[in-house]
């Protein structure tokens, strides 16, 4: 199996910023994408963005584009996701998932709250 653990959460003031970070362990040779999703309270799960584990291309939802980035240390197995500019609509448990064939492999989730 695939085991993702994520950090970095927490509590941060409107206009500020926070890393989160995405350690994978397990069976993670043939993943072949990596991802955040985040769910605001009370909401359904969303997309935030995307990162290929081969090419290193990303995609980004409209609502982070220009404010977040994805990235990947394949040395150390990490996928982190930089946001920046956050408001209170990006408050949410984010997700770290991992993308093996048809199947896909999910962190516990990490908080995020954006408030003053």
């Known amino acids: 199996q695939v085991q993702l653990v994520e950090s970095g959460g927490g509590l941060v003031q409107p206009g500020g910023s926070v890393r989160l970070s995405c350690a994978a362990s397990g069976s993670i040779s043939s993943i072949n994408v990596m991802a955040w999703d985040r769910q605001p309270p009370g909401k359904q799960r969303e997309l935030v963005a995307t990162?290929?584990?081969?090419?290193?291309?990303?995609n980004y939802a409209n609502s982070v584009k220009g404010r977040f980035t994805i990235s990947r240390d394949n040395d150390k197995n990490t996928v982190y996701l930089q946001m920046n500019s956050l408001s209170p609509k990006d408050t949410a448990v984010y997700y770290c998932?991992?993308?093996?064939?048809?199947?896909?492999?999910w962190g516990q989730g990490t908080q995020v709250t954006v408030s003053s």
């Open positions: 990162i290929s584990t081969s090419t290193g291309s990303t």
């Open positions: 998932n991992a993308a093996r064939g048809v199947f896909r492999f």
